[in-house]
């Protein structure tokens, strides 16, 4: 990366008011993106409940007293089947999640780089979220076909600590570095509404844009106050903050996918358009997140026809046989995958 992003720019952005800021950040948007491609991504949850760590929002960490039935790692074929069913539905990438502090090397991390293998042979983008990763589980992951890893930074360094006690910041930048040197696109980004402060949400987009390489893609994340957390009685961060920071995101991480994640199911149809209008590019769909709920389908789908948006091109399509996923230039919104995988989808296509 050339120069480093300063805090009091993105202060200065910040502090910009809010519709000029939404026509820079709409600006930006169309000068490095298809401003109708939305990209459709699905998450499974393949080991729930039972993590370790003391994460104040989650629902699946042993520290909280969520209602939650705990899951063992399912079984390959039962996560390539929803896979399949996802890229049926139009998603072009599949994102499995494990309530893992960190992956241990053995039978269970097998099992998932061959759920990576399998997602990434049907040609959908394959990521993850494990936990923490060293160098040599990254680059297993990488051989197996993986696109991204998710990991986020949740809040800011000076926050972090109020939300979570039992891995730090550094930790969490430790493993990004790893699945840099991988070769492995960084997803990345944040929860808002835990309580932080507004120099709390410009502290974390600024470490977020100076990562480098910036990430792929930046999931925002709305707290979704979960029944047994800490943060249950949580008040609502107001719609526009949220708005703001996608905003600023899209501005200052250009190239990356800004994604709308968790919180859309309490985000009202306008609110979740200006978020588009500000640089939003990419949602997941499906009626369940990890634990909690989603946007019915029907909604989503009705949502990007009111506004003139579609689903990015399945890369299985006419897209990838004229080879072009890569480029995005026939219309498809361009891929990730390496040139081997690109061929094998040229090949099924
Ligand atoms: N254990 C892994 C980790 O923490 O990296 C992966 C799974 S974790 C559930 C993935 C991300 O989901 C978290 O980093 C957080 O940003 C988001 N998340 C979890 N619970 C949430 C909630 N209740 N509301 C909003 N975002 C949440
Ligand atoms: C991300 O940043 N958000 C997604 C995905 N990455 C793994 C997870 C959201 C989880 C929301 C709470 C739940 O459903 O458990
Ligand atoms: Fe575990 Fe991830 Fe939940 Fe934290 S966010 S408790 S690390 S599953």
């Known amino acids: 990366m050339s120069e480093k992003i300063s805090y009091d720019f993105v202060k200065e952005l910040y502090e910009r008011p809010l519709l000029d800021l939404i026509y820079e950040a709409a600006s930006v948007h169309r000068a490095n993106h298809d401003p109708q491609q939305m990209q459709m991504c699905t998450l499974l949850s393949i080991k729930t409940g039972g993590c370790l ?56 991390f097998d099992r998932v780089c061959d759920m990576v ?15 923490m990763l060293n160098e040599d589980q990254a680059r297993r992951l990488k051989e197996a076909g993986l696109t991204a890893y998710n990991h986020n930074l949740d809040t800011s360094e000076e926050f972090y600590d109020k939300i979570i006690t039992t891995r ?16 492995i696109a960084a997803c990345c980004g944040g929860i808002l509404g835990l309580g932080e402060s507004e120099e709390d949400r ?48 899209r501005i200052l991480m250009p190239k ?17 358009a200006m978020a588009f209008m500000a640089g939003a590019n990419a949602i997941f769909t499906g009626e369940k997140l990890l634990t909690t709920a989603n946007p019915e389908e029907d909604f989503d789908a009705g949502l990007l026809a009111e506004l003139g948006l579609r689903p990015e091109v399945p890369y299985t399509s006419e897209a990838v046989k004229q080879g072009c996923g890569k480029l995005g230039g026939c219309g498809c919104a361009g891929t990730n995958m390496n040139d081997e995988q690109i061929s094998k989808q040229i090949e099924a296509a």
């Open 202 to 249: 410009v502290s974390l987009l600024h470490t977020l844009s100076n990562l480098d390489p910036q990430p792929e893609s930046v999931p925002i994340n709305m707290l979704v106050p979960v029944e047994g957390t800490p943060l249950e009685n949580q008040k609502p961060l107001d719609i526009f903050e949220w708005i703001r920071c996608i905003a600023v995101a």
């Open 256 to 272: 990356s996918k800004v994604r709308l994640s968790a919180g859309r199911l309490t985000i009202s149809k306008e609110a979740q």
């Open 117 to 131: 293998k399998g997602v990434s042979d049907m040609g959908m983008e394959a990521c993850v979220t494990l936990g």
């Open 168 to 183: 730090t910041y550094a930790d969490r930048l430790d493993t990004l570095k790893n699945v840099a040197k991988a070769g």
């Open 53 to 108: 760590e003391d994460c104040k929002y989650c629902s699946q960490s042993i520290h909280n007293n969520a209602d939650l039935e705990k899951e063992i790692l399912m079984k390959t074929d039962e996560v390539l089947a929803q896979a399949k069913a996802a890229k049926d539905a139009g998603s072009t990438r599949f994102c499995m999640g494990a309530a893992w502090p960190r992956v241990l090397d053995g039978k269970a």
